[in-house]
């Protein structure tokens, strides 16, 4: 078993099947040795999750389970492109947009949902530069949309 494999089971995190696109674009893009991988949604067995906009329907903590399943999908992602995650030398970024009320502020809290998870599967390498966005919709309705770039081997 791979380094960050043992990572994410030591973290009771088990990777899904890689949700499939809903639209016009390609989960996963790879240019020399970093990976663009596409916003993921908060999908877990198919189905949608965490419908609503923070500061009005959805709370902080619901809002950072969503971020955080995000970015299980975003790893989910990531492995259906390269393979093997122990190939990820670092995650350069992540752009998280929060669903969220025009006086919302809490969108670096909701954002450390996703943070959280990639430093603790990544370690140091894990530490990446951020963007948490408040935005007026998402697709589906959802809470938080997460998008991120990897540096691989």
Excluded at 42 to 49: C, N, Q, S, T, V
């Amino acid at each position: 078993m791979s380094v960050i494999e043992s990572r994410l089971k030591e973290l009771g995190v088990t990777l899904p099947s890689p949700p499939m696109p809903v639209a016009s674009y390609v989960p996963c893009t790879i240019s020399g040795n970093i990976v663009f991988v596409s916003g993921q949604i908060p999908i877990a067995d198919g189905a949608i999750k965490y419908i609503g906009k923070l500061g009005v329907d959805v709370p902080l903590e619901a809002g950072q389970a969503a971020a955080q399943l995000c970015a299980i999908n975003i790893l989910a992602q990531l492995k259906a492109a390269i393979g093997d995650l122990d190939r990820v030398t670092r995650c350069l970024k992540l752009g998280v947009f929060v669903n969220a009320a025009p006086d919302y502020t809490q969108h670096p809290e909701v954002a450390n949902g996703a943070s959280d998870l990639i430093a603790a599967v990544f370690g140091d390498a894990g530490k990446h530069a951020r963007a948490a966005v408040g935005v007026g919709s998402l697709p589906r309705g959802v809470a938080v949309e997460v998008e991120a770039i990897f540096e691989i081997k």
